[in-house]
Each structure stands twice: as structure tokens, then as C-alpha cells.
Antibody
Framework: QVQLQESGPGLMRPSETLSLTCTVS??????????WSWIRQPPRRGLEWVGY???????RYNPSLKSRVTISVDTSKNQFSLKLRSVTAADTAVYYC????????????WGQGTTVTVSS | EIVLTQSPGTLSLSPGERATLSCRAS???????LAWYQQKPGQAPRLLIY???FRATGIPDRFSGSGSGTDFVLTVSRLEPEDFAVYFC?????????FGQGTKVEIK
């Protein structure tokens, strides 16, 4: 059974770079059988897909965030990570990592989420 | 980008009643790429339905999905106390995958 656990800073200042990590158990991040995604949920709002990393490091990002986002894998730690540059208050959200069998499948397993607050 | 509009925003029902949730897409989407999730307060979303009508692993058969083209429906045949939650539809299969704004099913 695949399990995911997010970790991150909690509180950030505007203009900083957000770095989040998702630790994976029960599967290998280097496997071509999974697509690893980040999804966020601003307070009292809906869900927004941020991007994914797939087999051999292939990535795709939400066009609205593309200029600020990087998603990558660390195979030595069996983790994947999200970096979001130049954060503002609009980036305040619960950030979830999730997995799907491929980039064109639904997200069948989610982490519990980590709250990120951007405030001066 | 495909926009998904869910209705109603809030559904007030009693345990044992039937819940019918709607998800309308701004353009026709493949039924193979429509999912429904359930989210309870303080928890991550949980996949209920994928491919418009296929239940995910471990999902009770009181949950069912249907629809095609631009109109999709999630039905909960008899609400159990644990079913009161927010439900999201999602179109996947391209990038960015988009979510509806959610329907809250609350206890009447």
C-alpha cells in the first residue's frame, strides 16, 4: 500500500521560495508505474492541481504557476519535492501530494496535507 | 481549460435519504476522465469514482456515478452519517486537471 507524507515550513514570508517534500513508502518514486503530483487548497476554497513528475523525470505544471514551480524526485530518499518561488499571500493553502497510476489518471492516494501560510 | 460547475452548492438531507450531485463541464469531456472525491473536515480528499462510473477500491456500493458529455452525476443511494462531507468532481486526462468547486452535503 502506497503511503505519502508531506513536510514543509508552515510559515513563510512574501517573496521567499517554498520547499515541500513528500516522502513515499510502499512504492519507488523512480517507478514508471506512478505519477507523483502536488495539489493545493486555499482556505475555504476548492482544489488546484499544481503539477506532476513522472517516469524519468518528465514534468508538467499548471500554466498559472508554471513560471514559479519546479517538481523533482530524489530517488536516494524516495521522495519528491515542490519548489514554488516568489510566494505571496495567494499561495497560502494546504498542499497535498498525491499519486496516480499515470499522468492521465485520477489521484487514488493522497497525503494528509501540510498547511503553508504566507504572511509578513 | 475545461471548467467544471457543481450544483447545488449545499445539499441538506437526512440520513437514509438519497443524494444527487451534479457536475457540468464547459465542454464535452471523455467519460474515462471524470472522477469524484469526498473530503471531510481536516482530511485529504478520497477518491470515490473514476472513469465516471467505476468505484475506487473499498468504496461502498451506495455510491454510484453516471453521465457523459458535459453532464455527470454522483448518487449516494442512502446517506450514512459518515457520508456528510464535501464532494468534488475532477476532469483529468490533460493538464491542468481541473476540479469543480464542490458540493457540501450537510445534515438537515
Amino acid at each position: 500500500q502506497v503511503q505519502l507524507q508531506e513536510s514543509g515550513p508552515g510559515l513563510m514570508r512574501p517573496s521567499e521560495t517554498l520547499s515541500l517534500t513528500c516522502t513515499v513508502s510502499g512504492a519507488s518514486v523512480s517507478s514508471g508505474s506512478y505519477s507523483w503530483s502536488w495539489i493545493r487548497q486555499p482556505p475555504r476554497r476548492g482544489l488546484e492541481w499544481v503539477g506532476y513528475v513522472y517516469y524519468a523525470g518528465s514534468t508538467r505544471y499548471n500554466p498559472s504557476l508554471k513560471s514559479r514551480v519546479t517538481i523533482s524526485v530524489d530517488t536516494s530518499k524516495n521522495q519528491f519535492s515542490l519548489k514554488l518561488r516568489s510566494v505571496t499571500a495567494a499561495d497560502t493553502a494546504v498542499y497535498y501530494c498525491a499519486v496516480s497510476p499515470s499522468p492521465i489518471d485520477a489521484f487514488d492516494i493522497w497525503g494528509q496535507g501540510t498547511t503553508v501560510t504566507v504572511s509578513s | 481549460e475545461i471548467v467544471l460547475t457543481q450544483s447545488p452548492g449545499t445539499l441538506s438531507l437526512s440520513p437514509g435519504e438519497r443524494a444527487t450531485l451534479s457536475c457540468r463541464a464547459s465542454q464535452s469531456v471523455s467519460s474515462s476522465h471524470l472522477a469524484w472525491y469526498q473530503q471531510k473536515p481536516g482530511q485529504a480528499p478520497r477518491l470515490l469514482i473514476y472513469g465516471a462510473s467505476f468505484r475506487a477500491t473499498g468504496i461502498p456500493d451506495r455510491f454510484s456515478g453516471s453521465g457523459s458529455g458535459t453532464d455527470f452525476v454522483l448518487t449516494v443511494s442512502r446517506l450514512e452519517p459518515e457520508d456528510f462531507a464535501v464532494y468534488f468532481c475532477q476532469h483529468y486526462g490533460n493538464s491542468p486537471g481541473t476540479f469543480g468547486q464542490g458540493t457540501k452535503v450537510e445534515i438537515k
